[in-house]
C-alpha cells in the first residue's frame, strides 16, 4: 500500500519560511519522479515543484528562487523548502509520485500553508 504523508505546513507572516516533508512508503521511492503540487481555495491544483528519479528539478515560475525542492533517497523523503513567502502561496500542498513529474499516480493528503501579510 502507497503511502505519502506530508507534514510541516502551518501559517507563517510574509517573508517566512516553511520547510516541507513527504514520508514515502509502499513505493521504490528512489525510481519515482516526485513533486509537490498545491491548491488554493477555488483554484486549480497546479505542479509547484518536482524532481526526478536522477535528481533534475522543475520549478513554476512563480516560485523560482524562493522554494527548493529535494529528495533523500535513502530516508524515502521528499523536502520542499520555501523561503520569502507571499499570501499568493496560501494552499493546500500535495506531495505526488509516479513516472513522470506532470502525470503522478499517486497523492498525499495535503498539508496547509498560510502566509498572511
Known amino acids: 500500500q502507497v503511502q505519502l504523508v506530508e507534514s510541516g505546513g502551518g501559517s507563517v507572516q510574509t517573508g517566512g519560511s516553511l520547510r516541507l516533508s513527504c514520508a514515502a512508503s509502499?513505493?521504490?521511492?528512489?525510481?519515482?519522479?516526485m513533486a509537490w503540487y498545491r491548491q488554493a481555495p477555488g483554484k486549480e491544483r497546479e505542479l509547484v515543484a518536482g524532481?526526478?528519479?536522477?535528481?533534475?528539478?522543475y520549478y513554476a515560475d512563480s516560485v523560482k528562487g524562493r522554494f527548493t525542492i529535494s529528495r533523500d533517497n535513502v530516508k524515502n523523503t521528499l523536502y520542499l523548502q520555501m523561503n520569502s513567502l507571499k499570501p499568493e502561496d496560501t494552499a493546500m500542498y500535495y506531495c505526488?509520485?509516479?513516472?513522470?513529474?506532470?502525470?503522478?499516480?499517486?497523492w498525499g493528503q495535503g498539508t496547509q500553508v498560510t502566509v498572511s501579510s
Open positions: 505526488a509520485a509516479g513516472r513522470m513529474i506532470a502525470t503522478p499516480g499517486y
Open positions: 509502499g513505493i521504490v521511492f528512489s525510481i519515482n519522479a
Open positions: 524532481i526526478s528519479s536522477r535528481g533534475t528539478t
